[in-house]
């Protein structure tokens, strides 16, 4: 059973790139790992998604290394509208074995 | 555009009162979720359901109930509701090929008293 650790929060600086890390050391083989973003009084909403190496969208990327016990959100050149919950998700979602464990989310605040 | 919407987004109930939350979607996506959220805990997967008629319990089904009759439509029920169930309560619902990817309602802020 996979377990998800980030950090509380995080502050930074428009313009600025800013990398938040997920710890999942026991992650397991069929687990994905996929984040979202929360602003207050709405529901989350998708970013990013992969299973190993590296994955970039139009709004972020994702960088997962070889032992896959971590993963990292890069998101580039934040603006004040990137100040969110950004929360870091593992798990299997094949139906036989159904797992999944949303981590307790990372406050990111971007100060001008 | 995707959407998910649920039926109410403040509810006041008295403990032991029968609760009904009500989610739609209008994606025709199979799978469909409700989770609770609570300050520090994060998301928490009550029930969900990969079709009509079939439902699945998640990491804290206790005191829930779900119903799926028709494919756009999930509704969570609270038998009897009880002060620690006062929480927010979010629908979300994804397509049969991309589990990941959910898309989630604006939420229900449930108080029980």
Redesign the interface.
């Known amino acids: 059973l996979a377990k998800t650790t980030q950090p509380i929060s995080m502050d930074s600086y428009e313009g600025q790139e800013v990398n938040i890390t997920c710890s999942h050391n026991n992650i397991a083989t069929n687990d994905y790992i996929t984040w979202y973003q929360q602003f207050p009084s709405q529901g989350p909403r998708f970013i990013i998604q992969g299973y190993k190496t590296k994955v970039t969208n139009e709004v972020a990327s994702l960088f997962i290394p070889a032992d896959r016990k971590s993963s990292t959100l890069s998101l580039p050149r934040v603006s004040l509208s990137d100040t969110a919950v950004y929360y870091c998700l593992v798990g299997d979602m094949g139906r036989s074995n159904y797992q999944l464990i949303w981590g307790a989310g990372t406050k990111l605040i971007i100060k001008p | 555009d995707v959407k998910?919407t649920q039926s109410s987004r403040y509810l006041v109930k008295r403990t032991g009162e029968k609760v009904f939350l009500e989610c739609v979607q209008d994606m025709d996506h199979e799978n469909m979720f409700w989770y609770r959220q609570d300050p520090?805990?994060?998301?928490?997967?009550i029930y969900?359901s990969?079709d009509v008629k079939m439902k699945?319990k998640?990491?804290i089904p206790e005191g829930y109930s779900v119903s799926r009759e028709k494919k756009e439509r999930f509704s969570l029920i609270l038998e009897s509701a009880s002060t620690n169930q006062t929480s927010m309560y979010?629908?979300?619902s994804s397509p049969g090929t991309s589990?990941?990817?959910?898309?989630?309602?604006?939420?229900t802020r449930l108080t029980v008293t």
Do not use: H, I, K, S
């Open positions: 998910v520090g805990l994060g998301l928490r997967l969900f990969y699945e998640g990491d979010l629908c979300a589990d990941y990817e959910q898309y989630f309602g604006p939420g």
